[in-house]
């Protein structure tokens, strides 16, 4: 079982963090209700994802986690999704550095919990990307230039498979999560 930290200021339904520390996958949430959004809970596997601890995470938005020259066109498009309250998921490819500097492409997505029908949280399921094959530098220019509205620059033929399932767990966790935060 996976350990999860939060922001204990933040009154979270206990439903919803033992998600967390059940989930075999990487998990944010982000309050919506606070100034620039920051993240109010994580659980271990997101800690393994960026190597960064709980207290140098908590309480801050995610975009400590892109690079110096940022995350690029995808940035405006994850706004938008932020504050367009039509758009209840997202997903995006976000260029990240984990805390030792190593770049690595995030498949994040991300939907909107609500409550009283308002958006108040963000659930982010993220999945690492494997940018270290070959070729895989050169899409990701292409895929950024393009606004990565293709996610298919990204991948193979054979890994729609696991895209499909990294949307399937990341659909599951969101409709859990609704259930819980009500």
Known sequence: MSRTFHDESVDLPEG??????????????ADLEQPDCPLIAANDHFFEL?????????????RFLQPACGAGPVRD???QFITDEALDDG????????????????????????RGGKPR????????????????????DRALTEDLRKLNLLTTESN?????????????????AQARFE
Do not use: H
């Open 16 to 29: 919803l963090l033992t998600l967390f520390q059940r989930s075999r996958v990487s998990l944010t949430l």
């Open 50 to 62: 960026c190597g960064y601890r709980a207290d140098e995470v908590i309480g801050q938005n995610c």
């Open 91 to 114: 997903k995006f490819v976000v260029p990240n550095e984990t805390k030792g500097g190593k770049p690595f492409l995030n498949l994040i997505y991300m939907s909107k919990l609500k």
């Open 77 to 79: 498009r994850m706004r």
């Open 121 to 140: 949280l963000i659930l982010g399921s993220q999945f690492r990307i494997n940018s270290e094959r070959a070729g895989m530098a050169e899409l990701y």
């Open 160 to 176: 729609w498979i696991v895209l499909g399932s990294f949307e399937a767990l990341a659909s599951s966790n969101a409709i859990i």
